[in-house]
């Protein structure tokens, strides 16, 4: 009798620990899915244009003008990370002539569209777009990322959103 109870607890007790390592398979499974997902390329890149966006920008010349900048940044400098309007006018103004300008100037494989917006006042905001996204049938990740700064211009300094968009 004694044995009967001890081989019937030793299979249920098998059955719990399988349907148990089951389970945990299935769960680890969809939670390394689902973080490399989010670590994937674009995502990676995503973060690391983001982080250059609030850095200085480099000039290929000592003239500081659009159309030396080697390297594309919207900061005054690497201690002030507040966002330069003249640097978001050029760059806006950068793209419109050529498409292309800023993937180059920020060395990336990726199309990149950056959406500022202005918070002016509690119901006034602006809307800046530099090369606006154009999704396509051949787009197959779109990948965002918003980060919060100052912009400062001539009539001195406000909030902002900078929305980055990577795609393919």
């Not at 670590?39 to 890149?45: G, H, N, P, R």
């Not at 990370?81 to 494989?109: F, G, M, Y």
Request: with cysteine.
């Amino acid at each position: 009798m004694k044995g009967q109870y001890f081989s019937f607890d030793a299979i249920v007790a098998s059955v719990i620990f399988v349907l148990a390592l089951m389970a945990l398979l299935s769960y680890w499974h969809s939670v390394r899915t689902y973080l490399d997902y989010q670590t994937s390329d674009v995502q990676k890149e995503a973060v690391r244009l983001s982080n250059l966006l609030f850095a200085p920008p480099e000039f290929s010349s000592p003239t500081y003008d659009c159309d030396t900048i080697e390297r594309m940044g919207f900061s005054n400098s690497w201690t002030e990370r507040v966002v330069n309007q003249t640097l978001l006018d050029c760059a806006e103004s950068q793209t419109s002539a050529d498409p292309e300008w800023l993937k180059r100037t920020l060395a990336t494989p990726y199309n990149v569209s950056i959406t500022v917006t202005h918070i002016l006042a509690v119901d006034d905001e602006r809307l800046q777009q530099i090369n606006p996204i154009t999704v396509t049938d051949d787009t197959t990740e779109i990948v965002s990322m918003r980060r919060l700064t100052t912009v400062q211009d001539a009539d001195g300094t406000h909030l902002a959103t900078v929305d980055l968009r990577l795609y393919r």
